[in-house]
């Protein structure tokens, strides 16, 4: 059976890692991102109060997560709250997020498309794009959305999340971006690229060879006239 559980939660400001949200990921088909909310970062509420970022977002998602059980309970009081979470290859109960020394980790994925169980085709709508202008926020053009395709994980954004529950052999829940407004962007240029990254530096000039350069220059001369 399924469930209709569903809820949208919109994150506080989070390091944009991992991101396939123009186009969707070339292996899964996914659209997906992990959010990376670190430490000392903070968020600001309707009402003024400033509050840890990672300790928010995670009251949020927790709350949200005992609502869907409890609306499991409700529906269902025969299996007297007997609900098995659903599980990942080493046998253990999903991780949805995640704290750690780095901070609140976040998953999200969303299916571009695939087979219905009637055998028909289906395209998912992509995650919206936004910005600010001056005190408004608008729909990114399909342009300016283009240059998202690359995102550094020192990208910041927030991201719209729809969390919908599931219940089949076991119960689960699924984050899926909606949309994203990308507040500090930086793009993604591909591992090493400067001679820096390399570890080369410049060297002071000399005005005759090392010792290793004139002997390997003398062997292979004498080298290369002899029989052997």
Request: with cysteine; net charge negative; charged share 30%.
């Amino acid at each position: 059976m399924t469930s209709k559980f569903e809820k949208n939660l919109t994150s506080c400001r989070a390091h944009l890692t991992y991101c396939w949200l123009v186009n969707p990921d070339e292996k899964y088909n996914n659209y997906q991102a992990t959010l990376l909310i670190k430490p000392d970062m903070k968020h600001l509420l309707d009402d003024g109060t400033e509050v840890n970022s990672a300790e928010y977002m995670l009251d949020q998602l927790e709350g949200i997560k005992k609502e869907f059980q409890d609306s499991l309970i409700s529906a269902y009081p025969d299996r007297k709250g007997k609900f098995k979470w659903q599980r990942n290859k080493d046998g253990e109960p999903m991780q949805y997020w995640q704290v750690t020394a780095d901070g609140l980790t976040i998953k999200l994925k969303k299916k571009a498309g695939g087979l219905k169980k009637n055998g028909e085709a289906y395209t998912s709508v992509p995650p919206k794009f936004f910005k600010q202008e001056g005190d408004i926020m608008k729909l990114c053009t399909p342009e300016e959305v283009k240059r998202f395709d690359k995102i550094a994980p020192e990208s910041i954004g927030q991201v719209n999340i729809r969390i919908s529950g599931y219940d089949m052999d076991y119960i689960g829940l699924k984050l899926e971006p909606q949309g994203i407004c990308v507040r500090h962007f930086v793009p993604f240029v591909g591992g090493m690229q400067t001679a820096e990254d390399f570890g080369f530096a410049p060297e002071k000039e000399t005005t005759t060879q090392n010792n290793w350069e004139a002997e390997t220059i003398g062997s292979a001369g004498a080298t290369s006239g002899s029989d052997f």
